[in-house]
């Protein structure tokens, strides 16, 4: 039996009606839809996966909005998937809702994801490399920027796959839009396509004649290019072939097949059932789930990786969604988008950019202006000449960030039903478009978000990322900046594993993470991670495989490294209400083993393992800070004992010298050494007798690192002036070894202090005893505190830091009490 070689548009008796199509086009969509309404076939034959025939009712839901996407993953590894993604001006949606409104049957018919995913799978353990998504099996692992682990969709298109070249060549892919655009003196083809195609008006003479000739096109690249010498296509369109030869002998009324171009040949090609099902003989199967999920425009686009994306999926939507006057409706939308930016954008900037539109698609022989043209006229006219908005242009309209909808009803995991609830709860929308989210997690449903979000990332479903808080900060405020990607539906189908809840599946998740972390720093910033995502049920795990852990590392800084992360946990119970007493325990014991072991480990440290250690002992000095005075077992208050730490390792000189200057400042800052032992110690590395690479780290540790040691220099010329009698004395020969560390000590200055700093030194040092009146010369600085002019911006400090408040708070709780 074979499939009667006729062409399109003969009607119902005259075979299938093939309406090959370039997908997400919209004049595609518009053709395919006037096509149907000429045909009026009896079923709609549509490539795409045969196990979402059951989700096409859905695509009638009144809550269903494109773009949206079929996604198809394996049961048993939902990492592996593959997405078919569709939008409001593609082809197949306007198939499938033709259908759907004329109570005409449709049915998908390219090769069923059960063995594309698994075809994908056996070619991964083979070592084979994914093809772009362009016209190839939709299971297929392809390049660009889609989530690990997932195999985007590889959306069929016109063009087809690479052809092999002669003598072991690399393979080649054959762009049909390219050939036909070259052979129709075209250097660009999306310029062809946009004259040949989207400016043709629908409805205009015979509705089948665009895709008569479209077919007679692809019949002759098919027949120089081949298949492109890829089996895999030949499978697909056996398949198909059997299935339209299935839909012919059961509907009479006739068989419409809505499909890639590039496919429309092989479809109409003479073959037997033997020979085709021969094809399909021995295909790998693995079990598979399918569902809708929303998508966006953006990830419609080439440049998010979609191999048969189109450049500009926004102005697509326009052209399709316009009734009339396109280009006068595009420049109003680009106007309303640069005046909300704060762009004088007037009427007559409108009328000028059409007017000019129109004008460059005259001189450039174009039947209407195309999307070059209208941007074109919108950079000379609203953008006056500048790339700035016009990327702005680009960015909000031409790729656009519209994000579909699917109904509730749609087929999901548990685990996807119950995130969908919770957004629904907190009033926290899925949106394609990146914004911040600024949280206070004094008030309970801000709270509640907080908690979901960093549930989430401890699932690896990256909806929000932390960002830096803007004014206060303060653990009771979190910024997050949120952006909901198509990829997320693959997450939280592979979180699905751990639990039906959020809760349950982080709870999960956290203790399998504590169980396989490799060092100790991963299980405590996994600690610090339970309590802002607010899993008691997992912190008990965590902690003892913590205690474990901390027992057993000897390496100080690994120690070092892990404190840090256990005392910021240890704030969150003020604010959460989280029960942190285990905490402080293994806290303060880790803090001890650090004391214990930090001297001896800096000792005899080249120069980058100093400057490590010196980044750990910065840590450690803010956690024991924040640590306040917890007993460490035995030895009195941590911060007593720190300081004592800090003391030997300044006064030992087999510590490099960029410890021992930074623990001379950290207890000159916290008020456990007098400016004048400060400057004695300062003066005996600075003397002759030290090596200028050795005083210069010194330096290094005690005004570098950003630690407001310009400042000091500023306040103390004592110091100042040791500074400047030892770079001044230091031998030629040494100096160039010295400066590489000096440079990057001053640079670290902001740009006022370094200009007071080479003014003091400008002006030479001052007398002695006469540090205070110099100073008082200095603008800014009297030679005492102005105690009246401190005392003045203590209400905006206590403002700032939210004092006031808790103060009404706790007076609140007392008269409640």
Request: net charge negative; aromatic share 4%; glycine share 10%.
């Amino acid at each position: 039996m074979t499939i009667e070689e006729r062409p399109a548009g003969r009607g119902a008796g005259a075979g299938p009606v093939l309406l090959g199509v370039r997908h997400h086009g919209p004049g595609s969509a518009r053709a395919v839809r006037a096509a149907l309404e000429a045909a009026r076939p009896g079923v709609v034959l549509i490539e795409g996966p045969p196990e979402a025939d059951a989700l096409i009712p859905l695509a009638a839901d009144e809550e269903m909005r494109p773009p949206v996407a079929l996604l198809a993953h394996a049961v048993d590894e939902p990492g592996r998937s593959a997405f078919w993604p569709l939008a409001e001006f593609s082809p197949e949606w306007v198939a499938l809702r033709w259908a759907l409104e004329h109570g005409v049957p449709a049915r998908f018919i390219d090769l069923p994801a059960t063995h594309t995913l698994a075809w994908g799978q056996r070619e991964d353990e083979e070592g084979a490399r994914g093809e772009s998504p362009l016209d190839g099996d939709p299971a297929q692992p392809a390049d660009g920027d889609h989530a690990p682990g997932t195999a985007p969709a590889r959306e069929p298109e016109l063009e087809p796959e690479p052809e092999p070249e002669p003598d072991g060549a690399d393979e080649v892919r054959i762009d049909p839009l390219g050939v036909l655009a070259d052979a129709a003196g075209y250097d660009d083809p999306e310029r062809w396509w946009e004259d040949v195609v989207e400016h043709r008006g629908a409805g205009q003479g015979d509705a089948l004649a665009p895709f008569t000739a479209l077919e007679e096109a692809m019949a002759a690249l098919r027949e120089t290019y081949g298949s492109g010498g890829h089996d895999r296509d030949l499978v697909r369109e056996a398949y198909m072939r059997l299935q339209l030869r299935s839909a012919q002998r059961e509907f009479e009324d006739g068989v419409a097949v809505v499909c890639g171009a590039w496919h429309v040949p092989a479809l109409r090609q003479k073959t037997t059932v033997a020979a085709d099902k021969a094809l399909l003989k021995g295909l790998p199967k693995v079990k598979t789930d399918m569902t809708w999920v929303p998508w966006t425009h953006r990830r419609l686009s080439r440049v998010s990786g979609y191999g048969a994306g189109i450049d500009s999926p926004g102005w697509y939507g326009h052209l399709f969604s316009a009734p009339d006057r396109p280009v006068e409706r595009w420049m109003t939308k680009v106007a309303g988008l640069l005046r909300a930016e704060d762009r004088i954008v007037s009427s007559a900037h409108v009328i000028e950019a059409v007017r000019l539109a129109e004008t460059l698609a005259a001189m450039r022989g174009r039947p209407l202006p195309g999307l070059s043209e209208s941007t074109d006229a919108v950079r000379a006219v609203m953008c006056e000449g500048s790339d700035v908005p016009l990327a702005l242009v680009h960015d909000r309209l031409v790729v656009g960030d519209v994000l579909g909808e699917v109904p509730s009803t749609a087929p999901a995991v548990p685990l996807q039903r119950d995130l969908t609830r919770l957004q629904r709860r907190l009033r926290l929308k899925p949106e394609a478009l990146e914004r911040e989210l600024e949280l206070d997690l004094r008030k309970e449903n801000d709270a509640a978000r907080s908690r979901l979000l960093h549930r989430l990332r401890l699932l690896g479903i990256a909806w929000g990322e932390p960002a830096a808080s803007r004014g206060s900060t303060g653990t009771f405020r979190e910024t997050w900046r949120l952006r909901w990607e198509p990829e997320l539906s693959v997450r939280v189908a592979e979180a699905g594993v751990w639990g039906t809840t959020v809760l349950s599946a982080a709870t999960a998740k956290a203790e399998a993470d504590a169980v396989t972390a490799e060092g100790l720093a991963d299980v405590t910033a996994l600690a610090e991670r339970c309590l802002l995502a607010e899993l008691p049920d997992a912190l008990p795990t965590v902690m003892r495989i913590l205690a474990d852990r901390a027992a057993l590392d000897s390496d100080v800084g690994h120690l070092a490294q892990a404190l840090p992360a256990l005392v910021r946990s240890l704030r969150y119970g003020d604010v959460r209400g989280t029960d942190t007493g285990a905490l402080g325990e293994v806290a303060a014991g880790l803090a001890e083993r650090v004391f214990v072991g930090l001297p001896p480990a800096c000792a005899a440290l080249d120069a980058d393992a100093a400057e490590e250690m010196r980044r750990h002992v910065d840590a450690v000095h803010g956690a024991v800070g924040l640590l306040g005075d917890a007993p460490a077992a035995g030895h009195g208050h941590l911060r007593a004992r720190w300081q004592s730490v800090l003391r030997v390792l300044s006064g030992r000189d087999t510590v490099p010298g960029v410890i021992r200057g930074r623990a001379v400042r950290l207890l000159l800052d916290d008020g456990e050494l007098a400016q004048d032992e400060a400057a004695r110690l300062m003066g005996l590395v600075l003397s002759p007798g030290t090596p200028p690479a050795d005083a210069a780290a010194w330096i290094e540790g005690f005004v570098g690192g950003g630690s407001g040691g310009g400042m000091l220099l500023v306040h103390d010329e004592r110091l100042l002036g040791l500074v400047d009698a030892w770079l001044t004395g230091v031998p030629a020969e040494a100096f160039t070894d010295v400066l590489p560390l000096l440079r990057r000590t001053f640079s670290a200055y902001e740009p006022g202090v370094r200009r007071t700093l080479g003014e003091l030194v400008r002006r030479g040092p001052a007398a002695p005893g006469a540090a205070t009146a110099a100073g008082a010369a200095i603008p800014g600085f009297a030679a005492e505190l102005d105690t009246a002019r401190a005392d003045a911006v203590l209400p905006v400090v206590r403002l700032l830091l939210g004092l006031d408040e808790m103060d009404t708070r706790n007076d609140l709780v007392g008269v409640e009490r």
